[in-house]
């Protein structure tokens, strides 16, 4: 590391003339050797110099020697010939991620500090690897460390790189010494209208005169970028001078947007505004040749290479970086990509935009062959290295105006049509006989557009054939250009998709999980100090049971008796997975003669991937997701559901999983823990995040100490924030509209109270102390200077008991229908009726390593759990039966489905099917196979052609029974009082009437079609719905109203067309204003009114009888409560 000429300010003019007088000789005569990178630099004088090459070089002996935070790898290839000649062969960088270099400040009026009037100009070069959309990461900046003793802003100088949809642009910062408003006027910054891209070299630099906003001036790659100033934009003000310490890389602690992900080296500070010329002089380029493909490609496969860090231009016009990561695939088509994972396991962005090449080695007959290219977005061509044709970008807007367009394919009628916002291009090449090397290259995003594949494919037919297939290196792997064939592929792909996603995030959180065993060995280690608890000598199967029994022997009160098996088969498959068995899966149980075939079932259905579908309706209730479509409003959020259910599929542990939740890592918009943190329209987004993190893992309601402190809880407006103040790594700052308005007298006479004032700067804290004792450990934290992390240490470590009774006690209401403290998510309210119990149940979960399912196990083999329920709450108090219970939104639309063995058949959740808005404005949710993966259509404009009508069919059956389309707000206990709409709903709504109808692909038709006595048909339609047989009289009247008919109804006709998925029919957001948009979906939700076909293999009449009985017995109270 060099150290400049430091100590006194004359030095800063001398460096500055010298700056001049070199580049005036330059002109005069030529060095006799070539200039160093260093000889330019040490030409101008810097106070400091980090080169990274030199960090064992001494200093100043004004300045101390440098430290780190976190780990800062000082050995990584730097900026090097022949690409950056200035430099030497072996030059070196610094790595940092979630790390810092640290130079203490000398003192007063130090050669670091700089004031009003004082010039500055800071360099550096920048290898930026990530940055999401937004973040502000430090190259250097002096103050806001966030170490103790200094305060929390005050920033002399900051120089940062902005993320700006894959690509970064420089920011300058600093905070007026005079910051008594305290709001964010008091800030200043300055960022470049010009970017660059990540994943490679780049030089930057910004001079600066404090008290003179005009002399701004930036610079990337040596030209001059003009910028804009924003937050209290231009001022003459001078900036915080104090003497806290210069951090290279990070600020706040190392806190984790603030923290630079990727290398920096050579960074200089100089006390003038260095020339433009001695700037451009810094970076000399040598433009590498384009990427090619530099691997093997496997046999019989299609090598897929990714790249990032490109301009954001619908251009090929740049070159090819080396790829970010490579993996093989069977075919050249494609919808989707597997999904990146960082070191947490959770879904990251790549850079948008980016490209995939897909490569192979394809065989080929001689002659002309027709090929054919879909893509979304620009595609290009080329076969043995050479250009066959491009597919073109897609320039359109998304103004609404658009005309309809109804989807076809130019090509042939025969094919399936080219979906909406896609495009094709037919080629015909000419090729000799053998192998040739066939490359797809595919451009996704760009230009804050989702970064999306479409159906992207190439595929070939013989020339005169429409008969398209695609391209795959294994002649024998044929997948057809047909409705039929594409959507089989993507059924297959999908399934692959998931395994592959699977082993990404095992392979990408590998060390992290060795983290958690580590974690959780302590947690052990920690029960192991407790005193043990007393298991009553009672009579019961397991000590859950035994517990309970005591307070049931105390009480007087007799337990319930076991609940029969049939009972106990479809409440189980309700419990663990969301729906009810079929008859197949109930005949095998029941003639099951295992004694302990009760236990084997639930190890069973544990393993099955429906658990992870049942619990998601509950944590998107209780951590409020509340993703939207189109044009965000109040508190929605981004779709975090993909991670909430990756981490349920993947049964992580409920310490890591709510850790990941605190952290708010990854994609905010694609399926990451970090749309968790957006709260749009909010003014103080981190205070609703704590509210719902205290509500969710602490049974602590904020809810009240959002806009004052609580009047019935204890809980003050400044717990709150001190809890936000974590969750953002730093002050927060009490928004006006975050508190009620009035004088202090008018103040005083309310109910509630008001103990913050508008402005009020509320420090990061742990307000529970007194209550609840999360001791911080030091040794649990991967980054201590995280406030956010020690949060989630506080939340989950062991010592805080109360963490492991709350879910443990969420996990006990969830399957016995009360809870042990009620409510479940505010404990100030209510009483716990058995203190052992929960004591028993939270450290059972802790020693499990917090096992979700292994909690689930104990309380499901329980014969408290097995037990004939009731509606009574004085024998439910004490658990001497568990409650009665209503399904669940979700439990009656996919029982629904999965009794008749249908599919939901609806829409992709998108109004924005084309692509052509900003990923900002809409996103998709996919297209929904359960009650989960739905959401508010948000067609508050109740404009036909932004209405989903399918999708609106199934959000019917969910909002009757309580399902909320927006979570503006967390909520446990949903509404479950009966209501008219709840039969109604049943007995006349579209998505029933699917149900009851005898079509192609019902379950019912199936087992119409058998040869079997009409008992036997009744008993298993009684079976399939209800998860028993009928009685003699349920039998009787069933098989009257069935037997007329009933030897004659099968017709012998061939099966008619079977339901289909609902295609996307054009209309999207570009053309939503079109009458014709509005036309085509009036009539769409006029067709789905029928319901669908019927089969075409029985007779009218007797099927129509048939669906009487489906109809009847969908329509039963027994068919909605769990047994």
């Given at each position: 590391?060099r150290?400049?000429?430091?100590?006194?300010?004359?030095?800063?003019?001398?460096?500055?003339?010298?700056?001049?007088?070199?580049?005036?000789?330059?002109?005069?005569?030529?060095?006799?050797?070539?200039?160093?990178?260093?000889?330019?630099?040490?030409?101008?004088?810097?106070?400091?110099?980090?080169s990274m090459?030199?960090?064992?070089?001494?200093?100043?002996?004004?300045?101390?020697?440098?430290?780190?935070?976190?780990?800062?790898?000082?050995a990584?290839?730097?900026?090097?010939?022949?690409?950056?000649?200035?430099?030497?062969?072996?030059?070196?960088?610094?790595e940092?991620?979630?790390?810092?270099?640290?130079?203490?400040?000398?003192g007063d009026?130090s050669?670091?500090?700089?004031?009003?009037?004082?010039a500055?100009?800071?360099?550096?070069?920048?290898?930026?690897?990530?940055?999401?959309?937004?973040?502000q990461?430090?190259?250097?900046?002096?103050?806001?460390?966030?170490?103790?003793?200094?305060?929390?802003?005050?920033?002399?100088?900051?120089?940062?790189?902005?993320?700006?949809?894959?690509?970064?642009?420089?920011?300058?910062?600093?905070?007026?010494s005079?910051?008594?408003?305290?709001?964010?006027?008091?800030?200043?910054?300055?960022?470049?209208t010009?970017?660059?891209?990540?994943?490679?070299?780049?030089?930057?630099?910004?001079?600066?005169?404090?008290g003179k906003?005009?002399?701004?001036?930036?610079y990337?790659?040596?030209k001059?970028?003009?910028?804009?100033?924003?937050?209290?934009?231009?001022?003459?003000?001078?900036?915080?001078?104090?003497?806290?310490?210069?951090?290279?890389?990070?600020?706040?602690?190392?806190?984790?947007?603030?923290?630079?992900?990727?290398?920096?080296?050579?960074?200089?500070?100089?006390?003038?505004?260095?020339?433009?010329?001695?700037?451009?002089?810094?970076?000399?380029?040598?433009?590498?040749?384009?990427?090619?493909?530099?691997v093997?490609?496997?046999?019989?496969?299609?090598?897929?290479?990714?790249?990032?860090?490109?301009?954001?231009?619908?251009?090929?016009?740049?070159?090819?970086?080396?790829?970010?990561?490579?993996?093989?695939?069977?075919?050249?088509?494609?919808?989707?990509?597997?999904?990146?994972?960082?070191?947490?396991?959770?879904?990251?962005?790549?850079?948008?935009?980016?490209?995939?090449?897909?490569?192979?080695?394809?065989?080929?007959?001689?002659?002309?062959?027709?090929?054919?290219?879909?893509?979304?977005?620009?595609?290009?061509?080329?076969?043995?290295?050479?250009?066959?044709?491009?597919?073109?970008?897609?320039?359109?807007?998304?103004?609404?105006?658009?005309?309809?367009?109804?989807p076809?394919?130019?090509?042939?009628?025969?094919?399936?049509?080219?979906?909406?916002?896609?495009?094709?291009?037919?080629?015909?090449?000419?090729?000799?006989?053998?192998?040739?090397?066939?490359?797809l290259?595919?451009?996704?995003?760009?230009?804050?557009?989702?970064?999306?594949?479409?159906?992207?494919?190439?595929?070939?037919?013989?020339?005169?054939?429409?008969?398209?297939?695609?391209?795959?290196?294994?002649?024998?792997?044929?997948?057809?250009?047909?409705?039929?064939?594409?959507?089989?592929?993507?059924?297959?792909?999908?399934?692959?998709?998931?395994?592959?996603?699977?082993?990404?995030?095992?392979?990408?959180?590998?060390?992290?999980?060795?983290?958690?065993?580590?974690?959780?060995?302590?947690?052990?280690e920690?029960?192991?100090?407790?005193?043990?608890?007393?298991?009553?000598?009672?009579?019961?199967?397991?000590?859950?049971?035994?517990?309970?029994?005591?307070?049931?022997?105390?009480?007087?009160?007799?337990?319930?008796?076991?609940?029969?098996?049939?009972?106990?088969?479809?409440?189980?498959?309700?419990?663990?997975?969301?729906?009810?068995?079929?008859?197949?899966?109930?005949?095998?149980?029941?003639?099951?003669?295992?004694?302990?075939?009760?236990?084997?079932?639930?190890?069973?259905?544990?393993?099955?991937?429906?658990?992870?579908?049942?619990?998601?309706?509950?944590w998107?209730?209780?951590?409020?997701?509340?993703?939207?479509?189109?044009?965000?409003?109040?508190?929605?959020?981004?779709?975090?559901?993909?991670?909430?259910?990756?981490?349920?599929?993947?049964?992580?542990?409920?310490?890591?999983?709510?850790?990941?939740?605190i952290?708010?890592?990854?994609?905010?918009?694609?399926?990451?823990p970090?749309?968790?943190?957006?709260?749009?329209?909010?003014?103080?987004?981190?205070?609703?995040?704590a509210?719902?993190l205290?509500?969710?893992?602490?049974?602590?309601?904020?809810?009240?100490?959002?806009?004052?402190?609580a009047?019935?809880?204890?809980?003050?407006?400044?717990?709150?924030?001190?809890?936000?103040?974590?969750?953002?790594?730093?002050?927060?700052?009490l928004?006006?509209?975050?508190?009620?308005?009035?004088?202090?007298?008018?103040?005083?006479?309310?109910?509630?109270?008001?103990?913050?004032?508008?402005?009020?700067?509320?420090?990061?804290?742990?307000?529970?102390?007194?209550?609840?004792?999360?001791?911080?450990?030091?040794?649990?934290?991967?980054?201590?200077?995280?406030?956010?992390?020690?949060?989630?240490?506080?939340?989950t470590?062991?010592?805080?008991?109360r963490?492991?009774?709350?879910?443990?006690?969420?996990?006990?209401?969830?399957?016995?229908?009360?809870?042990?403290?009620e409510p479940?998510?505010?404990?100030?309210?209510?009483?716990?009726?058995?203190?052992?119990?929960?004591?028993?149940?939270?450290?059972?979960?802790?020693?499990?390593?917090?096992?979700?399912?292994?909690?689930?196990?104990?309380?499901?083999?329980?014969?408290?759990?097995?037990?004939?329920?009731?509606?009574?709450?004085?024998?439910?108090?004490?658990?001497?039966?568990?409650?009665?219970?209503?399904?669940?939104?979700?439990?009656?639309?996919?029982?629904?489905?999965?009794?008749?063995g249908?599919?939901?058949?609806?829409?992709?959740l998108?109004?924005?099917?084309?692509?052509?808005?900003?990923?900002?404005?809409?996103?998709?949710?996919?297209?929904?196979?359960?009650?989960w993966?739905?959401?508010?259509?948000?067609?508050?404009?109740?404009?036909?052609?932004?209405?989903?009508?399918?999708?609106?069919?199934?959000?019917n059956?969910?909002?009757?029974?309580?399902?909320?389309?927006?979570?503006?707000?967390?909520?446990?206990?949903?509404?479950?009082?009966?209501?008219?709409?709840?039969?109604?709903?049943?007995?006349?709504?579209?998505?029933?009437?699917?149900?009851?109808?005898?079509?192609?692909?019902?379950?019912?038709?199936?087992?119409?079609?058998?040869?079997q006595?009409?008992?036997?048909?009744?008993?298993?339609?009684?079976?399939?719905?209800?998860?028993?047989?009928?009685?003699?009289?349920?039998?009787?009247i069933?098989?009257?109203?069935?037997?007329?008919?009933?030897?004659?109804?099968?017709t012998?006709?061939?099966?008619?067309?079977?339901?289909?998925?609902?295609?996307?029919?054009?209309?999207?957001?570009?053309?939503?204003?079109?009458?014709?948009?509005?036309?085509?979906?009036?009539?769409?939700?006029?067709?789905?009114?029928?319901?669908?076909?019927?089969?075409?293999?029985?007779?009218?009449?007797w099927?129509?009888?048939?669906?009487?009985?489906?109809?009847?017995?969908?329509?039963t109270p027994?068919?909605?409560?769990?047994?």
């Amino acid at each position: 590391m060099r150290w400049g000429s430091i100590g006194i300010a004359l030095l800063a003019w001398v460096g500055c003339f010298a700056s001049l007088a070199l580049a005036q000789n330059d002109s005069e005569s030529a060095p006799s050797k070539p200039l160093t990178y260093a000889d330019i630099v040490a030409a101008d004088e810097p106070v400091v110099w980090f080169s990274m090459s030199d960090w064992a070089s001494r200093g100043s002996a004004e300045l101390t020697k440098p430290t780190t935070q976190g780990k800062v790898n000082v050995a990584e290839s730097g900026p090097r010939p022949i690409t950056f000649p200035l430099f030497a062969t072996d030059n070196t960088a610094a790595e940092f991620s979630a790390s810092a270099i640290r130079v203490a400040d000398p003192g007063d009026k130090s050669p670091l500090d700089f004031d009003l009037g004082d010039a500055i100009t800071i360099e550096a070069w920048v290898y930026v690897k990530k940055l999401a959309n937004g973040q502000q990461s430090y190259i250097v900046g002096k103050g806001r460390t966030g170490l103790e003793g200094q305060a929390a802003d005050n920033q002399n100088y900051g120089l940062r790189v902005n993320g700006e949809s894959g690509r970064a642009s420089l920011s300058f910062l600093f905070r007026s010494s005079d910051n008594r408003r305290g709001t964010t006027d008091d800030w200043h910054r300055w960022n470049t209208t010009s970017n660059f891209t990540i994943g490679a070299w780049h030089h930057v630099a910004v001079s600066y005169v404090f008290g003179k906003p005009d002399s701004i001036r930036g610079y990337i790659d040596g030209k001059p970028s003009k910028g804009t100033w924003d937050y209290g934009g231009p001022s003459a003000e001078g900036p915080v001078v104090d003497n806290d310490e210069l951090w290279i890389g990070s600020a706040q602690g190392t806190a984790g947007s603030n923290s630079f992900t990727g290398l920096i080296d050579e960074v200089a500070i100089y006390r003038c505004e260095l020339p433009a010329e001695r700037i451009a002089a810094r970076f000399q380029m040598v433009q590498p040749d384009p990427y090619l493909t530099n691997v093997p490609v496997p046999a019989g496969k299609v090598l897929v290479e990714v790249f990032e860090g490109i301009p954001d231009a619908f251009s090929w016009d740049f070159i090819h970086p080396s790829p970010s990561e490579r993996f093989t695939i069977d075919q050249m088509a494609a919808f989707a990509l597997p999904n990146n994972y960082n070191r947490h396991g959770v879904r990251v962005d790549r850079g948008n935009p980016h490209v995939a090449w897909m490569t192979s080695d394809i065989d080929f007959t001689a002659g002309k062959h027709r090929l054919l290219v879909r893509s979304r977005s620009g595609a290009r061509l080329f076969i043995d290295g050479k250009l066959v044709g491009e597919n073109p970008f897609s320039h359109a807007s998304d103004d609404g105006h658009h005309p309809y367009l109804k989807p076809t394919s130019k090509v042939s009628p025969s094919i399936r049509v080219v979906q909406p916002g896609d495009r094709e291009t037919l080629f015909e090449v000419e090729l000799e006989e053998g192998t040739h090397r066939v490359q797809l290259q595919l451009h996704m995003g760009g230009k804050k557009r989702r970064p999306e594949l479409g159906e992207a494919s190439l595929t070939v037919a013989p020339m005169g054939s429409d008969d398209f297939v695609v391209v795959a290196p294994d002649a024998d792997r044929k997948i057809p250009l047909t409705d039929e064939g594409y959507l089989a592929f993507e059924a297959e792909q999908q399934g692959l998709l998931a395994s592959i996603n699977r082993t990404r995030r095992q392979q990408s959180s590998a060390e992290y999980a060795k983290y958690w065993d580590a974690r959780h060995d302590y947690a052990r280690e920690y029960l192991r100090s407790l005193e043990p608890i007393a298991i009553p000598a009672l009579e019961g199967s397991t000590d859950i049971d035994r517990l309970v029994a005591s307070r049931l022997t105390d009480s007087k009160l007799t337990a319930a008796p076991r609940a029969s098996d049939e009972s106990f088969v479809r409440r189980l498959y309700l419990d663990v997975l969301g729906i009810t068995p079929t008859a197949a899966e109930v005949e095998r149980f029941l003639a099951d003669t295992r004694d302990n075939k009760r236990s084997l079932l639930i190890d069973h259905l544990l393993q099955q991937p429906g658990w992870a579908d049942h619990w998601m309706g509950y944590w998107q209730d209780v951590l409020a997701e509340n993703p939207n479509i189109v044009n965000p409003t109040l508190n929605n959020t981004g779709p975090f559901r993909w991670w909430l259910y990756e981490a349920l599929s993947d049964n992580r542990p409920l310490d890591r999983f709510t850790t990941e939740l605190i952290l708010m890592e990854g994609s905010d918009r694609y399926g990451g823990p970090g749309g968790f943190a957006v709260a749009s329209q909010n003014d103080a987004p981190l205070a609703a995040k704590a509210h719902v993190l205290a509500g969710a893992m602490l049974a602590i309601n904020l809810n009240c100490a959002r806009c004052h402190d609580a009047p019935f809880h204890e809980w003050k407006q400044k717990d709150l924030f001190n809890l936000a103040a974590m969750l953002g790594r730093g002050t927060q700052t009490l928004p006006k509209t975050s508190t009620i308005p009035g004088d202090p007298a008018a103040l005083k006479s309310l109910v509630v109270k008001v103990t913050l004032k508008p402005g009020e700067k509320i420090e990061p804290g742990w307000p529970f102390v007194d209550h609840y004792v999360g001791e911080l450990k030091k040794e649990l934290l991967e980054s201590p200077g995280d406030t956010r992390e020690q949060l989630a240490v506080r939340i989950t470590s062991p010592h805080n008991t109360r963490f492991a009774k709350v879910l443990a006690n969420r996990f006990w209401h969830r399957y016995i229908g009360r809870g042990i403290i009620e409510p479940v998510d505010d404990w100030e309210q209510g009483d716990n009726v058995h203190p052992e119990l929960l004591e028993f149940l939270a450290r059972k979960l802790i020693e499990s390593g917090y096992d979700a399912k292994s909690l689930a196990r104990l309380i499901l083999n329980s014969d408290t759990y097995q037990r004939e329920p009731t509606s009574s709450l004085a024998q439910s108090r004490l658990f001497a039966a568990p409650m009665r219970r209503r399904m669940t939104a979700e439990q009656v639309l996919d029982s629904m489905y999965s009794v008749a063995g249908k599919r939901l058949n609806v829409e992709e959740l998108n109004i924005d099917v084309d692509g052509t808005r900003n990923e900002a404005q809409s996103i998709s949710l996919g297209i929904p196979d359960r009650g989960w993966q739905f959401t508010s259509l948000s067609n508050e404009r109740d404009r036909p052609s932004l209405s989903l009508p399918g999708a609106q069919n199934m959000i019917n059956v969910l909002e009757a029974f309580g399902w909320r389309g927006s979570r503006q707000d967390p909520m446990t206990m949903r509404e479950s009082e009966p209501a008219v709409i709840q039969p109604a709903t049943l007995a006349n709504g579209v998505a029933a009437k699917r149900i009851a109808q005898l079509s192609e692909d019902s379950r019912f038709t199936l087992l119409a079609l058998e040869d079997q006595p009409i008992e036997k048909f009744v008993e298993q339609v009684f079976v399939e719905m209800l998860a028993r047989k009928p009685t003699a009289a349920e039998s009787a009247i069933y098989v009257e109203l069935l037997t007329p008919g009933y030897s004659e109804r099968r017709t012998g006709k061939p099966a008619g067309p079977m339901p289909k998925r609902i295609p996307r029919d054009g209309v999207s957001w570009s053309n939503h204003l079109s009458n014709e948009s509005n036309q085509v979906r009036i009539d769409l939700q006029k067709q789905l009114e029928a319901g669908d076909p019927p089969t075409t293999r029985l007779t009218a009449d007797w099927r129509e009888r048939a669906e009487d009985m489906v109809w009847i017995l969908l329509n039963t109270p027994e068919f909605v409560f769990v047994p």
